[in-house]
């Protein structure tokens, strides 16, 4: 879609980021009723199952949406090891609970996020459309971290529920300490019976080449009837990778607080508060409107976002109708010229043993400041 740079200003609608229960904050959207949401999983959304905003932005907001000093923690902690516990914990903050139901708008291709938290800017970008690659990188300058994610979700329809396979690479750079921490993301579950219901489960492992650290996380869910011990529950260990040996043993649930157990002492402590991490996070807001750029997701769907906090829903439709056409236009023609698309700030590598990688070029080795910002912290 293109959108006039002068109209950038009036045009960008930016909403509350996902909270603990799976809302907005500042609104709740649901589908009608479950037969309809269940329904709404299989096809083409109408606005009545959209969340008014893109995957994109969700995407984004796992990175810069938190309360908690979390990532500064990451970079400043003395040792090795407390650095890896808190890289850890990390982690586990970049998830959010997700509605039943309804979801977010597809990304175009060439869509971007950029927005700034204190030193912490984040730029994300829609890397492919068909099969749908997102890149984000973050620098924080002040921190000395970077961050380079690529993300990919291949979703697969299993009668009772679809369970999308995230895949992609994750890293987060610690740069003064030369350090480099590899992680993969849980598997997003949507679960029709018995429960409706949407759940990160699956296995992640986090490893530091240059400390010689792994974490091996299981992400677990209600495989039938409600268990609250077991539902968004986190099972794990850190372990040293030359000697094999468990250093810490982590248990807990990511929605609501997650501890280390030291095999050596006994001692146990919290790593991670969910509530306190994510609980009344800030609508991002625009700072410089002129500086907004028309690939901005606020912008691209914001006649879409306006409609739908508006309830109406005839224009909800035919604004997202004509992204969705032009879209298709563009790819035509495209096509027709034997134009290949090139995303704007990554290079996108994807073999079938590595999966996807998406690389800053060159001249992006560090993500300017947005004109879009979040407070910092509460």
Request: proline share 7%; net charge neutral; glycine share 4%.
């Amino acid at each position: 879609m293109q959108v006039k740079e002068e109209k950038s200003e009036e045009n960008a609608v930016l909403t509350a980021p996902l909270s603990l229960d799976g809302s907005e904050s500042d609104s709740d959207y649901r589908s009608p009723n479950i037969i309809h949401r269940i329904l709404s999983l299989l096809g083409s959304l109408p606005p009545q199952f959209n969340i008014p905003k893109s995957q994109l932005q969700c995407y984004g907001e796992s990175a810069y949406c938190i309360n908690s000093n979390i990532l500064s923690k990451c970079a400043n902690e003395e040792t090795p090891l407390n650095r890896f516990v808190s890289v850890v914990a990390w982690s586990i903050s970049t998830l959010r609970p997700l509605p039943f139901g309804v979801a977010p708008y597809n990304p175009i291709l060439g869509e971007t996020h950029h927005v700034s938290r204190g030193s912490l800017n984040v730029l994300v970008e829609q890397v492919s459309h068909h099969p749908p690659v997102a890149a984000l990188h973050a620098t924080d300058e002040k921190d000395n971290i970077e961050i380079i994610w690529c993300q990919s979700p291949m979703p697969k329809f299993h009668g009772s529920h679809i369970e999308t396979n995230v895949q992609g690479k994750r890293q987060l750079k610690l740069l003064d300490k030369k350090e480099t921490y590899t992680m993969n993301s849980p598997n997003l579950v949507i679960r029709f019976l018995p429960l409706p219901g949407v759940e990160w489960l699956g296995n992640v492992r986090i490893r530091c080449e240059e400390s010689g650290l792994e974490a091996e996380l299981s992400y677990r869910g209600n495989s039938f009837w409600p268990r609250p011990s077991i539902h968004r529950s986190i099972k794990g260990k850190i372990v040293s990778a030359t000697t094999l040996q468990t250093i810490y043993e982590i248990n807990g649930h990511w929605d609501r607080s997650v501890m280390v157990k030291d095999v050596s002492t006994g001692k146990s402590r919290t790593i991670y508060d969910a509530k306190e991490a994510l609980s009344g996070l800030k609508t991002p807001v625009v700072k410089d409107p002129k500086a907004v750029s028309p690939s901005e997701s606020s912008v691209v769907w914001s006649e879409v976002s306006r409609a739908i906090l508006e309830k109406r829903w005839d224009k909800a439709r035919e604004a997202k109708s004509c992204i969705e056409e032009r879209q298709r236009e563009i790819g035509r023609e495209r096509e027709l010229k034997e134009e290949d698309w090139v995303p704007k700030y990554f290079s996108v590598i994807h073999s079938k043993e590595s999966g996807w990688d998406c690389i800053p070029l060159p001249n992006n080795n560090i993500v300017p400041p947005a004109p879009i910002l979040v407070n910092h912290f509460m």
